[in-house]
């Protein structure tokens, strides 16, 4: 009791100190002005770039000819390699500066750790409170700065991304206190970039807004809950947005595409450029740069061996484990944390696209293409959540599960190497080769601008203005109103095949408009246009509202090349369950086809790489357990 009467009162300092300095002067939200709001003529004209009705995105082949057109003579200004979060950001960041971009990725965009992430947008609690009891300044300015970037994330992708309310339960009356007086700091610290306040529910209250929370737990009775917000996203779709966006912005953007060696200037030992392989149609070609910006996440070590075979390992790799359940294990609008597990971790239940994702895991792993998630961290995730839920917890409920690799980084230049940043680290530790990695999904574009204004000083670049992305609406989000759908709704038809060969007309129900509207933004009307005309309004599996056209839209605007891209990155059918994607296969394949020309063999390679893929999301469908007990 004592333990806790000394947290609460070092949170109550805290709070009063975080209060001095935010009234105090020594860190302070800049207010958005009316000047920067209007961002000048360069952000007005990128914007209207971008917006532009008729603009669609060069194709994979003009994108390609744009790389292989860099030569020693006229260089790129900057190559960026991979195409997670941070280097499509790069890209959009250095476009938008008016540099001369390319992007290269191996696999696809938001193949890696991007596209599986726990889905929050978050300052980071978990850090605010290392901040107040290890007296932590560094931590501190970490949450601010998230915090920060949180409301520019939301705001610069609307229709992908919403405030989320989380639930702690609590079990005694200091753990009310607690976390009351934690979350109320959060809030403070969020200052101007508040979503919305944090507030206590009775018991009562609690179970009514979230029916399957154990009144009982711990032997203990459920004495309330604090709810507080972050924000939540869909996060591969907003990393081809990213892509999408900065292809628009005039950045040449590559998808399978692989860097394999790199090329130096012989006299200084500069790298200018890369020798590309092209994994779709397996030519090589070369491309030259002024600066290479290594962005490949979890892989940037192997990138940087590329230019020097002695470099010092940067990467910590990190293994996050999430599972999808049913949608009935947490209501829709409602997430629940619980802060403290057996060891010590944190595990979020949170709605997510019509179900619930659950995790997540943090424990050592070794670097792969395709990691898999081990039969012991799922059992951990389903033991966590069981103590808190009123309904039986079981492995058969769970539809996919799969595990992301995060890239903790250790900077290189620093002297001692204890202590593992989860904030970014931005390196040149070889000549013309800026890499940038760590970080998280929330702050990926101010780490972007950081390896930006990094390159440009490597490479003596010249840019036309300043960085412009703090207020930048990507592809689809200029415009949108959470209303949007009404209007897909009301104007449009879902006129689709029946198994007879028949065509018929289908409503544009409540359940596909919305998720066309939150998927696609205001772009979701070309999608529902060719739902409409060139009969592509059937589901593509029961009980999701994942439409045929959109498999032909992607194809045609989203750099959808494989049956993988579509069911992982573009749709997100094999996050939410894996034996729904497998279903839906076949048709998918068969639309791709249509669009890029496969032979038979093709579209053979094609779904056998797919279900190969599907078997790495360990569902209860694909994973070995007992009578589908939950030990």
């Not at 107040?132 to 949180?150: I, P, S």
């Not at 230019?307 to 990190?318: E, F, L, R, T």
């Not at 034996?579 to 496969?598: F, K, S, V, Y």
Request: glycine share 8%.
């Amino acid at each position: 009791m004592s333990a806790t009467a000394t947290r609460l009162r070092r949170l109550a300092a805290a709070a009063a100190a975080v209060a001095v300095t935010v009234g105090g002067g020594a860190i302070l939200f800049t207010p958005i002005s009316v000047n920067d709001r209007a961002g000048g003529a360069a952000l007005e004209s990128v914007r209207r770039k971008i917006n532009d009705p008729s603009a669609i995105v060069p194709s994979r082949t003009v994108q390609e000819s744009a790389l292989l057109g860099a030569s020693t003579t006229k260089p790129l200004d900057i190559l960026v390699v991979g195409g997670g979060a941070t280097g499509c950001g790069v890209a959009l960041d250095a476009a938008t500066r008016g540099l001369r971009v390319g992007l290269v990725e191996r696999e696809d965009f938001s193949s890696g750790t991007s596209s599986r992430s726990t889905k929050l947008i978050h300052g980071g609690v978990r850090y605010l409170e290392k901040a107040v009891f290890n007296l932590d300044y560094g931590q501190l300015k970490l949450v601010f700065h998230a915090l920060e970037e949180r409301k520019y994330f939301i705001e610069n992708a609307p229709h992908l991304c919403h405030a989320l309310p989380c639930m702690t339960p609590c079990f005694d009356w200091f753990e009310v206190v607690y976390y009351w007086m934690g979350l109320k700091l959060y809030d403070l610290v969020a200052g101007p970039r508040l979503l919305h306040l944090s507030r206590y529910y009775s018991a009562q209250e609690s179970v009514e807004l979230f029916p399957t929370l154990a009144r009982k737990g711990k032997d203990k009775s459920l004495k309330g809950t604090v709810v507080y917000y972050d924000g939540q996203m869909n996060d591969s779709r907003l990393n081809v947005g990213l892509a999408c966006t900065a292809a628009l912005a005039g950045a040449a953007v590559l998808n399978h595409a692989e860097v394999v060696t790199f090329l130096k200037d012989e006299a200084t030992e500069r790298i200018i450029g890369a020798r590309i392989r092209d994994n779709l149609s397996g030519q090589e070609f070369d491309t030259y740069a002024k600066v290479v910006v290594n962005a490949a996440g979890p892989f940037c070590d192997s990138v940087r061996k590329m230019a020097d075979k002695d470099a010092q390992p940067m990467i910590c790799p990190s293994s996050g484990v999430h599972i999808v359940l049913p949608d009935y294990y947490s209501p829709e609008g409602m997430g629940l944390i619980v802060p403290k597990t057996k060891d010590g971790r944190v595990v979020f239940m949170l709605p997510w696209l019509g179900r619930t994702v659950a995790g997540t895991t943090d424990s050592n792993t070794s670097i792969t293409q395709l990691p898999e998630p081990h039969e012991d961290e799922i059992q951990f995730i389903l033991g966590a959540i069981c103590d808190y839920l009123n309904v039986k917890v079981r492995r058969t409920d769970v539809l996919s599960a799969w595990s992301g690799i995060r890239p903790l980084a250790v900077d290189p230049k620093a002297k001692n190497t204890e202590s593992i940043s989860r904030d970014h680290v931005v390196s040149e530790d070889y000549p013309g080769l800026v890499t940038i990695t760590g970080g998280k999904w929330t702050t990926y574009r101010s780490m972007a601008e950081d390896a930006v204004n990094e390159a440009i000083k490597s490479g003596k670049l010249s840019p036309s203005n300043e960085c412009l992305t703090r207020n930048l609406r990507l592809t689809g989000g200029d415009g949108w109103e959470p209303s949007f759908f009404t209007v897909l709704s009301q104007q449009y038809v879902r006129m689709k095949k029946s198994y007879g060969g028949k065509v018929v007309p289908g409503v544009m129900d409540t359940a596909a408009a919305k998720h066309l509207s939150h998927a696609y933004g205001t772009l979701a009307e070309r999608v529902a246009t060719i739902a409409q005309n060139e009969t592509l309004g059937k589901r593509l599996a029961h009980g999701y509202p994942y439409l045929e056209a959109e498999v032909a839209y992607c194809a045609r605007n989203e750099y959808c090349e494989s049956a993988v891209d579509f069911i992982a990155r573009r749709s997100r059918l094999a996050f939410l369950d894996t034996d729904a994607a497998g279903r839906a296969l076949p048709r998918i394949i068969q639309i791709l086809a249509t669009e890029h020309n496969w032979d038979k063999s093709r579209q053979k390679k094609e779904i056998q790489k797919a279900k190969e893929f599907l078997e790495t999301f360990k569902s209860s469908k694909n994973a070995q357990f007992h009578d589908g007990k939950h030990e």
